[in-house]
């Protein structure tokens, strides 16, 4: 039998080539060998002050650009159409420590952020996010929960409550899940190569995969590749970038060929930015297709994913079922 894999990713807007190298390819490579379920986490994106129109049409537009990127439709469910998730949160909110919810640095990070953007508030739901977390994927009793490192801590939150529970029940019940590190391409900023490619710095920093041809050339050409403090003969940071987003776009001859122009000191930068804004444009491209091809569908697609949430909402029904019996829950036999 397959391993099962889970994943969620927030809906933010725009998908970017870090986005996309970091976490959402691994997921198109990982549905040959695995059983999946991806979310899309709108609960999630209510622990930050939020627009709600906007929470709705970022939900879809996510949708439709995992769809363009490879993502299949039957891996993908929203997660507020899967109720389930909110009732085993509030169930694992008895089963955390209370302690460690403080220590997570998403909430250290998120909560300053949150509090700057709106006079200080700081919704109860950003402390308790991992619980909804950790409910996303131990209602599918995942084995394997493909993430950054910057989620490891959540994870270990996770297996925490996955423990406590089985131990309290007297039942091991749940998986207790591990992390599924791959080894993926750091992609920096265009603009400041010395962060990490997001976009919170603005719309210099990143490249989006579904942007025209016109703006991807012209991104890539204006990308920094001179930082200054670089010493004779040493890459500077942009160049790498760039090396590496050739690299992750599989243009190995190109790579091979560049590479060898650098060693010999002839790389020139407009030629280099051609080649690497080619590998991206031609990578894009295929995306591009797929994408408007399901937006031509739009209604079609939309249906289909209410149908797989349907599908992938029984197993977490299922769960809750037996949660609610081992928890001395619900009980309605006299
Ligand atoms: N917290 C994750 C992030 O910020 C998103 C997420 C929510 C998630 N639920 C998940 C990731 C379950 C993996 C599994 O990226």
Same mark, same amino acid.
């Given at each position: 039998?397959?391993?099962?894999?889970?994943?969620?990713?927030?809906?933010?807007?725009?998908?970017?080539?870090?986005?996309?190298?970091?976490?959402?390819?691994?997921?198109?490579?990982?549905?040959?060998?695995?059983?999946?379920?991806?979310?899309?986490?709108?609960?999630?994106?209510?622990?930050?002050?939020?627009?709600?129109?906007?929470?709705?049409?970022?939900?879809?537009?996510?949708?439709?650009?995992?769809?363009?990127?490879?993502?299949?439709?039957?891996?993908?469910?929203?997660?507020?159409?899967?109720?389930?998730?909110?009732?085993?949160?509030?169930?694992?909110?008895?089963?955390?420590?209370?302690?460690?919810?403080?220590?997570?640095?998403?909430?250290?990070?998120?909560?300053?952020?949150?509090?700057?953007?709106?006079?200080?508030?700081?919704? %109860?739901?950003?402390?308790?996010?991992?619980?909804?977390?950790?409910?996303?994927?131990?209602?599918?009793?995942?084995?394997?929960?493909?993430?950054?490192?910057?989620?490891?801590?959540?994870?270990?939150?996770?297996?925490?409550? %996955?423990?406590?529970?089985?131990?309290?029940?007297?039942?091991?019940?749940?998986?207790?899940?591990?992390?599924?590190?791959?080894?993926?391409?750091?992609?920096?900023?265009?603009?400041?190569?010395?962060?990490?490619?997001?976009?919170? %710095?603005?719309?210099?920093?990143?490249?989006?995969?579904?942007?025209?041809?016109?703006?991807?050339?012209?991104?890539?050409?204006?990308?920094?590749?001179?930082?200054?403090?670089?010493?004779?003969?040493?890459?500077?940071?942009?160049?790498?970038?760039?090396?590496?987003?050739?690299? $992750?776009?599989?243009?190995?001859?190109?790579?091979?060929?560049?590479?060898?122009?650098?060693?010999?000191?002839?790389?020139?930068?407009?030629?280099?930015?051609?080649?690497? %804004?080619?590998?991206?444009?031609?990578?894009?491209?295929?995306?591009?297709?797929?994408?408007?091809?399901?937006?031509?569908?739009?209604?079609?697609?939309?249906?289909?994913?209410?149908?797989?949430? $349907?599908?992938?909402?029984?197993?977490?029904?299922?769960?809750?079922?037996?949660?609610?019996?081992?928890?001395?829950?619900?009980?309605?036999?006299?």
């Amino acid at each position: 039998m397959k391993k099962r894999i889970l994943s969620c990713i927030q809906p933010t807007g725009d998908m970017h080539l870090g986005n996309y190298f970091g976490a959402v390819k691994n997921w198109v490579d990982l549905q040959a060998d695995y059983e999946c379920f991806y979310g899309v986490v709108d609960y999630h994106a209510m622990t930050m002050p939020y627009d709600p129109k906007k929470l709705k049409n970022n939900v879809w537009d996510l949708i439709f650009n995992l769809i363009g990127v490879g993502v299949d439709v039957e891996n993908l469910f929203i997660q507020s159409l899967v109720p389930e998730h909110a009732e085993l949160s509030w169930i694992f909110n008895c089963f955390t420590p209370f302690g460690r919810l403080g220590q997570m640095t998403q909430f250290k990070d998120k909560s300053s952020q949150s509090s700057e953007k709106s006079e200080g508030f700081i919704s %109860a739901g950003l402390f308790t996010y991992p619980i909804l977390q950790a409910a996303d994927i131990l209602i599918y009793n995942a084995d394997f929960v493909p993430v950054g490192k910057d989620q490891e801590q959540h994870l270990e939150l996770t297996r925490t409550v %996955a423990q406590r529970f089985n131990n309290q029940v007297k039942k091991e019940y749940f998986t207790i899940p591990e992390c599924l590190f791959t080894e993926t391409p750091k992609i920096m900023s265009t603009a400041d190569p010395s962060r990490k490619m997001s976009k919170s %710095a603005g719309e210099k920093h990143y490249i989006s995969v579904f942007a025209d041809e016109a703006r991807l050339r012209k991104q890539i050409r204006s990308a920094v590749t001179d930082s200054g403090d670089t010493l004779e003969g040493e890459m500077s940071a942009g160049v790498k970038n760039l090396f590496e987003i050739l690299r $992750a776009c599989g243009a190995d001859e190109a790579y091979a060929e560049m590479m060898k122009n650098h060693e010999s000191g002839e790389l020139r930068y407009a030629e280099f930015k051609d080649v690497v %804004a080619d590998a991206v444009v031609g990578l894009c491209a295929e995306f591009k297709a797929r994408k408007e091809e399901a937006l031509a569908n739009k209604k079609d697609i939309k249906y289909k994913i209410k149908q797989s949430s $349907a599908e992938i909402r029984k197993t977490a029904q299922q769960t809750i079922k037996d949660v609610k019996e081992l928890a001395g829950l619900g009980n309605v036999k006299f």
